[in-house]
């Protein structure tokens, strides 16, 4: 069991390119969340998916985009990057006997 | 204002025992949670207790819930510099859990 698995875990982008950050769970859970965390900021929602084919705005949804592919996979799209957008980007999944989240190791991104 | 409110700080030498408040605006879920951040890692699930509980003893750890104060905390017996991280109890929604800053944990020998 991987469990929860972030790819890329780094990345440099510039001002305007735009990426993916693809999270893939093997543990057949039905929600997913994609999670930013700033420092002095805490962490923050950005979007999340309580079941494959649905998909909702967290608290920080804005310049980002994201696609339920299947069950398995929840992706992060950046369009545009911006500087505000350098940060450390957690993917999770919920479920086991209590509800509780399974984070990935984290995708640091740096927007110059 | 914050729906999770925790102290961001605590400092406390090795073999004294560390204890950690979070305080609630909402307690109507199930279960709640402390999770543990090392740096450089992702969150893991450090313990959890059930609402109709007032208290989890699990090894080292020890979880104290206040329902009417809307009050949670998790002690750490014999603190270790391992326990260095920052420490999280995420508030429950229905289908999501919100994070506050989180306590940073600094032990020293």
């Known amino acids: 069991n991987a469990g929860v698995t972030q790819t890329p875990k780094f990345q440099v982008l510039k001002t305007g390119q735009s990426m993916t950050l693809q999270c893939a769970q093997d543990?057949?859970?039905?929600?997913m969340y994609w999670y930013r965390q700033d420092p002095g900021m805490g962490l923050r929602l950005i979007y999340y998916?309580?079941?494959?084919?649905?998909?909702d705005k967290g608290e920080v949804p804005n310049g980002y985009n994201v696609s339920r592919l299947n069950k398995r996979e929840f992706s992060l799209r950046l369009e545009s990057a911006a500087p505000s957008q350098t940060s450390v980007y957690f993917c999770a999944s919920r479920g086991g006997n209590t509800g509780e989240l399974f984070f990935g190791e984290g995708s640091r991104l740096t927007v110059l | 204002g914050e729906d999770v409110e925790q102290s961001l700080f605590l400092s406390v030498r090795e073999g004294d025992s560390s204890v950690i408040n979070c305080t609630y605006t909402d307690s109507s879920s199930t279960y709640l949670y402390w999770y543990k951040q090392e740096p450089g890692a992702g969150l893991q699930l450090l313990t959890y207790i059930f609402s109709n509980m007032d208290m989890k003893q699990d090894q080292r750890l020890t979880v104290l819930l206040n329902k009417k104060d809307k009050h949670l905390s998790l002690r750490i017996a014999d603190t270790q510099t391992g326990d260095s991280a920052i420490y999280f109890c995420?508030?429950?929604?229905?289908?999501?859990?919100?994070f506050g800053k989180g306590t940073m944990l600094l032990v020293s020998p």
């Open positions: 995420p508030r429950p929604g229905y289908s999501t859990l919100t």
């Open positions: 998916s309580a079941s494959e084919g649905t998909t």
């Open positions: 543990m057949n859970h039905n929600s």
